[in-house]
């Protein structure tokens, strides 16, 4: 099939049309984002059974259209690793669409591996491999080549067969309801994200008092709408580094705050009264402590379990074709052991209440959840069959 280049509104309206009858539409996008707050859309690229098609993203205004296509219809939208362009489709229409289908997350449903990246995948899965040589393309210039465009088109391509794989495989092996399960927790977190203000994430903060990370908070908002209000990546317009000191020092006066070494090369020098008043305002609502010391420390054996049963997951995960990185992690068994054990998880309220963990629910549970709780009740044992084999531990009813 020949591809189309989409650059004007009128051709959009005719895709558009054309897409409202697709059953499956894959897309992609090219984007840059170092240079603004939200990723600069460079160009979309689209493929259902019947066209290729790329969408200069640059010389069309309002690409609302195609966005409530994609979101408005029955059709499974295929992409791969697409958390961003979920994140255009929200901040374009404040919608994603209804059936969502990621080959990254359904490929790790089906092998050891992942995250992997889309060339493993096409390769693992159709034996096809990925054209090359654009990677360190500015898709913010133009004219874009015809190499330019043939290789984002590649990112592409293949999406409609490595569903229809994929798919069959999952349906063999009765795993279609784990990856729906996977893709709409997946979905609510990529919602969820556009409204989460995390300030708790700024690097550097585990040690600060009650009395600076309020300060941290303060500036971080700060900086976040001015970062907007700029359009300008956050961390170029103060540093986490810088946010850090200015919370351990407590300076509320503009001439301390400058004095700090780094600010005189920052954004932020015209600022320098704005944020001594987000100092202070940090120092007078001081986050309140969570009081851990308060909390009952896990006993001994919890770390030992921990250790004796990580393994596990792993072993688990690797005979059932399925990545363990997907399932969980070491921390995730830990967790499941304290929660079974009684004894508060990282993520417990201030009353020792821990959340149900994650291997104790849905497909997580099925697979390798019920097998750690048969371990940790002594129905189950472990024990080592050959010491060579690629997965020396077996699983065996204890009678």
């Not at 259902?48 to 195609?66: G, Q, S, V, W």
């Not at 304290?338 to 959340?355: I, L, Q």
Request: include cysteine.
């Amino acid at each position: 099939m020949n591809p189309l280049t989409i650059t004007d509104p009128v051709r959009l309206g005719e895709l558009c049309g054309r897409l409202g009858s697709a059953q499956h539409i894959g897309i992609d996008t090219e984007f840059v984002s170092e240079d603004t707050f939200f990723p600069e859309l460079c160009l979309i690229q689209v493929a259902t059974k019947d066209e290729l098609a790329t969408i200069d993203a640059f010389a069309i205004e309002d690409l609302r259209p195609f966005w409530q296509v994609l979101t408005q219809g029955d059709h499974i939208t295929i992409l791969h690793a697409g958390r961003e362009e979920l994140n255009f489709m929200l901040r374009a229409v404040g919608a994603v669409p209804k059936h969502l289908f990621d080959v990254q997350i359904a490929a790790g449903f089906c092998s050891n591996e992942y995250p992997s990246a889309y060339g493993s995948v096409v390769s693992r899965f159709l034996g096809h491999k990925p054209a090359k040589g654009e990677q360190r393309t500015d898709w913010r210039k133009r004219p874009l080549t015809n190499a330019q465009i043939n290789y984002a088109l590649e990112d592409v391509r293949y999406l409609l067969p490595l569903y229809h794989c994929i798919v069959q495989i999952l349906t063999e092996r009765e795993r279609l309801s784990w990856l729906e399960e996977e893709m709409q927790s997946w979905q609510e977190d990529v919602i969820a994200a556009q409204d989460r203000k995390d300030w708790r994430r700024v690097s550097g903060t585990g040690k600060l008092s009650p009395a600076s990370l309020a300060v941290v908070r303060e500036l971080w908002h700060w900086r976040y709408e001015e970062a907007q209000r700029r359009n300008r990546p956050q961390r170029r317009i103060l540093r986490d580094d810088l946010i850090v000191e200015l919370a351990k020092r407590k300076v509320d006066s503009p001439k301390q705050i400058m004095a700090v070494r780094g600010m005189e090369r920052s954004a932020v020098k015209k600022n320098a009264t704005e944020l001594a008043a987000c100092v202070r305002r940090g120092l007078e609502s001081p986050v309140e402590s969570e009081q851990r010391g308060k909390r009952r420390q896990p006993p001994s054996q919890l770390n030992l379990l921990g250790q004796f049963l990580a393994p596990a997951l792993g072993t688990i995960c690797h005979r059932a074709e399925l990545a363990a990185s997907l399932a969980g992690t070491a921390s995730s068994v830990r967790d499941l052991i304290a929660y079974r054990m009684g004894f508060p998880s990282e993520g417990s309220s201030r009353d020792g209440r821990s959340p149900l963990p994650s291997l104790a629910r849905g497909w997580r549970a099925e697979l390798v959840g019920k097998v750690i709780d048969d371990l940790l009740e002594g129905k189950k044992s472990i024990r080592i069959v050959n010491a060579k084999d690629t997965d020396p531990l077996v699983f065996e009813d204890v009678r």
